[in-house]
């Protein structure tokens, strides 16, 4: 991984967090590859079905210059291209190689398997498919940390996002990438696939999780618990803005390709999240969070993640009831998060701040969940309406108050706030 000539990612991490962060997402991930180089070729990465841009024999995402569309190579430069799953197209030729090696020739043209090809004569049979991959990294303490990404051979792994899955809750408590400035240059217009369940990570009684976020579904589950009628419109409603949202927690926008955006398309990747949040100052603290990486031209490790249980009152004993999407008898599932946070902390300068977001538009007493010392009028770069408590009341804290209270968020060394 090329950060500048220095190692300050590794050396910003603290002792436990170097094996859960450092040896993954450099070794493994190594994300950032992002150079300058005089181009001999330059392609453009975004055309349909074109192939994952894979640094050769390594592990790490090739990505547009900051500030360009083109990815480009230097003179011989070889580049491995793969289709995880699916086959490599060379010309009208559909060849048995899921990942082939390309070498840099001139313009837009590469040689591949002794025969030279122009870029767009090179393609992925269909689009490459997601793989999931649980890896034996402590996360919560008590659980493993899941990658998802893509399978590039029988050795090597490319990672888009990994997660930590609470499998006693049914839910994840936290999602981390790593966020580059090419974010700029991301492709636009991806259509959103369906959701996706993988196997082995829900229990909640056999039934899909997509019926669980199902308007009906959450609004049977919610109002038997707190003693309404199951048809009630009262908290979970028909329009555009109070109902449960599968609520990305690494969002499809956070990155720059098809096949990773895709990939953050799955139930391990969400949390009932209210859509007036979701939609709004959820959303302002995502895409500022992207303006923030791009406008100073670095990449940052991003966690989000959620705390603690939302709730609302039973209509007859008005005791706060917490909320759930899977209610079996006693068993509880897929809690609905009172807050969404997200650390985002700069490596090189050591600097991070965690903002934060109420998840609950009837919610009457926001003091509750204020649970570090407010900094957000140090924070200028995000663009929000904090205090509204329809669009998520939202506020910042520094990193080291927040972990007093939130026990499973990453260790870093921060030497200041993200400012």
Known sequence: ??????????????????????????????????????????????????????KHGSSSFIYPQNGSETVPFADSEVVDLSCPGKKVVL?????????????CISKSTFKVNEKEYHWSQIKCSAHPLTSVRKTRRKCGYRF?????????DENRFVTTYSVCFDNVNQNTLYSFFNLTPAIASYARGVPRPNFYEDKGFYHVGGQPVYKLYTRVG????????????????????NGAW??????????????????????????LNV?????????????????????????????????????DVASLPHEESGEQIKLYLYVDGEK????????????????????????????????????????????????????WNRTNIKDGYSYACDVESFRKVVKHAPSVYVNGLLV
């Open 218 to 237: 959450q609004r049977t589950t919610i109002n038997k618990l707190i003693g309404l009628d199951y048809r009630s419109t009262k908290y979970v409603q």
């Open 144 to 152: 493993m940390e899941t990658d998802i990404g893509f399978q590039i």
């Open 332 to 383: 509880r599932g897929i809690p609905v998060p009172a807050l969404y946070w997200k650390l985002i902390y700069n490596p090189t300068a050591k600097k991070g701040v965690v903002l934060i977001g109420h998840n609950n538009p009837y919610e009457k007493n926001i003091g509750k969940h204020v649970i570090c010392p407010d900094v957000s009028e140090k924070i200028q770069w995000v663009s």
């Open 271 to 307: 949390a009932p999240q209210w859509q007036s949040f979701n939609g709004k100052n959820w959303e302002r603290v995502e895409s500022s969070t992207r303006e923030y990486a791009v406008a100073h031209n670095t990449y940052l490790l991003v966690w989000t993640g959620t705390h």
């Open 242 to 267: 109070y109902f449960l949202a599968r609520g990305h927690l690494s969002a499809k926008a956070d990155f720059v390709y098809a096949a990773q955006q895709d990939a953050t398309f799955k139930f």
């Open 91 to 103: 010309g009208e030729k559909i060849v048995d190689q899921a990942t082939v090696q390309a070498t």
């Open 1 to 54: 991984m090329h950060f500048r000539g220095n190692n300050t990612c590794r050396d910003s991490l603290t002792s436990s967090a170097k094996m859960k962060v450092y040896l993954f997402f450099v070794i493994t991930l190594n994300c950032y590859y992002n150079y300058a180089v005089l181009a001999d070729c330059e392609i453009y990465p975004h055309e349909k079905n074109a192939p994952l841009l894979i």
